[in-house]
């Protein structure tokens, strides 16, 4: 797997993001990539912003999650219902992260987990995702019991789309496709809050 936090000019830059209104249902994104360093979302995020306050935590510019345990407070003060996006290197972190915001998290939605601890090729990666899930069954459960939805909502794809290897970036258009249909299902499900 390559570790996107070991690369200096990934960690240049603001190490929290935040577009959109205040009043709007937060999305919070947890990015070991390191993108949105110019201090503004990736543009294909732009179009969710407008309807959703979008708020982009570059983990190699902090080195750890805690700017992204300090958003999720102040969203809680401020009574937020969040959900949080993820990829890979940092699912597992991403689900310890939510279990500690559980009251005011509604959802976690995942890009290519399976790619958090081993070498995944496109080809392997929705195989690798169901590994994972089921290494996590129990936590994920948990969360799920406790009303945080937890999805895969995206993998990488042996196809010209997608032409890295997982985890598929969080910028990428089909992520935020995934993302945007993933929330709209939410809003239907009468279990989420």
């Not at 200096?8 to 999305?27: C, K, L």
Request: proline share 7%; net charge negative.
């Amino acid at each position: 797997m390559r570790d996107l936090t070991a690369d200096p000019q990934r960690a240049e830059g603001p190490p929290v993001v935040w577009e959109g209104s205040a009043n709007a249902r937060a999305v919070v994104v947890l990015d070991p990539s390191g993108a949105a360093k110019h201090d503004e979302l990736p543009a294909t995020w732009r179009s969710l912003a407008e309807r959703q306050q979008v708020v982009w935590c570059r983990t190699p510019a902090s080195g750890s999650l805690a700017d992204a345990d300090e958003v999720l407070g102040r969203l809680t003060a401020r009574d937020a219902v969040v959900d949080v996006v993820a990829s890979g290197p940092i699912a597992e972190n991403a689900m310890a992260l939510v279990g500690q915001h559980r009251g005011h998290v509604r959802s976690l939605l995942l890009v290519d987990p399976g790619a958090e601890h081993e070498h995944v090729s496109s080809a392997g990666a929705r195989s690798a995702d169901a590994a994972w899930t089921r290494r996590v069954s129990r936590r994920w459960e948990d969360l799920d019991a406790d009303g945080v939805r937890v999805r895969v909502v995206a993998h990488s794809e042996p196809t010209e789309r997608d032409r890295i290897e997982p985890p598929l970036p969080l910028g990428h258009p089909d992520v935020v496709s995934a993302v945007a249909d993933a929330l709209e299902a939410l809003e239907s499900d009468p279990l989420a809050r």
